[in-house]
């Protein structure tokens, strides 16, 4: 049973331009959202994160929009840079479960062509 | 560079024989997960600690078994190996439980098991 989902197995966008990732969410009870971007040969990297109390952060070029009652959350990286290519994780988490694991999604492979 | 390490970078093994994988977490750090990663698959969670004890289980074999040391570096030991164990193998740390304040997960680089 696939709790986050990223139906986007790749995206690929125009240096400049905006890159939009989704990921939509089945289970109520997360209240806490992260995104983490991955190079090849390396651990995932934390990116930014959003309360369920909120439905926007922002953190420089990046800002993640949470819909709660689409159980849909979007990154948007404006403007797409080539150091930007990289793999998209989702993740959640809540403060109901008693513990603090992450449920990821599988991933968006984000080329941003120069 | 995220604080956390893991040893072995990479790990070949053959089928039936045990592993275990270390990590260290960040300085001051309480928690350590363990999550593994296979083939086009997103990160699943394994198993968490806290101050040495198990604090949250996921999907995670009877095979396999962790801990946690005083010194707060971890374990992960894999036992019987199967083709199908190979994978990336995460580790991260974080400082807070959920509640206290939220906080993030920091992981390592990861060890890459290959099972033949």
């Known amino acids: 049973d696939q709790q986050v989902k990223q139906n986007s197995p790749s995206l690929s966008v125009q240096e400049g331009r905006i890159s939009i990732l989704n990921c939509d969410y089945t289970?109520?009870?997360?209240?806490?959202f992260l995104w983490y971007k991955k190079y090849p040969a390396e651990g995932p990297t934390f990116l930014i994160s959003?309360?369920?109390?909120?439905d926007k952060n922002e953190d420089g070029r990046f800002t993640v929009f949470l819909n709660k009652s689409a159980k849909h959350l979007s990154l948007h990286i404006v403007p797409s840079q080539p150091g930007d290519s990289a793999v998209y994780f989702c993740?959640?988490?809540?403060?109901?479960?008693?513990?603090?694991?992450?449920?990821f999604g599988t991933g968006t492979r984000l080329t941003i062509i120069p | 560079d995220s604080g956390v390490t893991q040893t072995p970078k990479h790990l070949i093994t053959a089928t039936g024989q045990r592993v275990t994988l270390r990590c260290s977490p960040r300085?001051?750090?309480?928690?350590v997960y363990w999550y593994q990663q296979s083939l086009d698959q997103g990160l699943q969670f394994l198993i968490q600690?806290?101050?040495?004890?198990?604090?949250a289980k996921g999907n995670i074999l009877e095979r396999f078994s962790a801990q946690q040391f005083p010194d707060l570096h971890s374990e992960l030991n894999l036992s019987s190996l199967e083709l199908g164990d190979s994978a990336l193998y995460f580790c991260a740390s974080s400082g807070r439980l959920a509640g206290v304040g939220t906080d993030t997960q920091y992981f390592g680089p990861g060890t890459r098991l290959t099972v033949l």
């Open positions: 600690y806290y101050n040495g004890e198990e604090r």
């Open positions: 959003i309360s369920s109390i909120k």
């Open positions: 993740a959640a988490s809540s403060t109901y479960f008693g513990n603090e694991k992450l449920t």
């Open positions: 289970n109520s009870m997360f209240d806490y």
């Open positions: 300085s001051g750090d309480l928690s």
